[in-house]
């Protein structure tokens, strides 16, 4: 074992322990790397000795990290991502460049966003790679553990290692379509009316939702469904509203009409939707995701720009539908 020295460590060793660790199986880290199974074993072997610890135990049918190994997997991606750093040079120049990058973001910041930043950076690099994960309700190991380089949510996971800013300020406003029924005009016609909403697979409810909850205000929730996207086919032809972001009117709720919110005893800001990009400490000076991060600000504040199709419709005493315009 004393033939053995940390000078005998590469960034391919480092690869091949996190990718054990993280598929707990030596098959599935062979398959994830492209190399044999008996190539993982022996270098397994060999980080073994450098390490003086067993690294993985069996259980049941797979392996489990030791809590040494545990320990270890945040110093491995650590120095793998200081290799790459050195590597990369201290300036990033898009022109010629090629990336590869997964950005985590439920459906609203999604399509709001990342089409428009995909087809920027297919214009300025040589070649692009983005895979796009939903973000559900984002704790930090989304970050620390690079399953996403950037996380676009009104919901930043909290951590000293993690970074947010704010892209923009969304708020509030309830959908109908115009064809079925007038806007909500009073808090009684509100509260009264059939109310569809988003509830996410993981069973969490929209901040909008939970805050009325927390105030003991109840609606009469006739339909939840898993995303923004679901909401348009069962809002047209419906006399149902949805309070929902404003921003869904650029793009996945552009046919539908929109009011303010009715409710007067709210306080001021209550309905407003912060959203932000986050990221992990380790990329904070690193000139390609500051070039990235730089590219999606700009996105975001000409989605901001963008005229809306259709005027915010107002309450009327008169009780006539809003008129569309084209």
């Not at 030596?26 to 072997?45: C, K």
């Not at 409810?205 to 069962?234: C, Q, S, W």
């Not at 000076?285 to 720009?305: K, N």
Request: with cysteine; aromatic share 6%.
């Amino acid at each position: 074992m004393s033939n053995f020295d940390h000078l005998e460590l590469d960034g391919h060793a480092l690869r091949l322990f996190l990718a054990v660790l993280e598929e707990g199986s030596v098959t599935a880290a062979a398959e994830r790397l492209g190399v044999t199974q008996s190539a993982v074993s022996h270098n397994l072997t060999k980080l073994r000795r450098i390490m003086r610890d067993p690294l993985f135990t069996k259980s049941g049918r797979g392996i489990v990290a030791t809590a040494h190994a545990q320990n270890l997997a945040e110093q491995a991606r650590f120095l793998l991502d200081q290799m790459q750093a050195f590597a990369s040079g201290a300036h990033f120049e898009p022109d010629g460049a090629s990336m590869s990058l997964t950005i985590a973001a439920n459906d609203l910041q999604r399509d709001l966003l990342l089409p428009t930043l995909f087809r920027n950076l297919e214009s300025a690099l040589a070649n692009i790679r983005m895979t796009v994960v939903p973000s559900l309700l984002p704790g930090p190991a989304l970050l620390r553990e690079n399953h996403c380089d950037l996380l676009i949510s009104p919901r930043p996971p909290e951590g000293v290692d993690i970074v947010q800013k704010r892209l923009l300020t969304d708020h509030y406003m309830v959908f109908y379509d115009p064809d079925m029924r007038d806007a909500p005009q009073s808090d009684d016609d509100y509260l009264s009316a059939r109310h569809i909403t988003v509830r996410y697979g993981n069973n969490r409810t929209l901040e909008f939702d939970d805050m009325l909850e927390n105030h003991g205000v109840e609606r009469n929730i006739a339909l939840r469904v898993p995303n923004f996207t679901a909401i348009a086919e069962f809002l047209r032809g419906s006399n149902m509203i949805a309070t929902l972001p404003s921003l869904l009117q650029k793009h996945a709720l552009r046919d539908f009409a929109r009011a303010p919110m009715p409710l007067a005893g709210l306080k001021k800001g209550t309905l407003d939707l912060p959203i932000f990009m986050c990221w992990h400490q380790r990329y904070q000076h690193d000139p390609s995701h500051l070039w990235l991060r730089e590219q999606l600000e700009d996105v975001a504040a000409a989605r901001l720009r963008m005229p809306i199709e259709h005027p915010v419709s107002q309450p009327t005493d008169h009780g006539q539908a809003p008129q569309r315009t084209s």
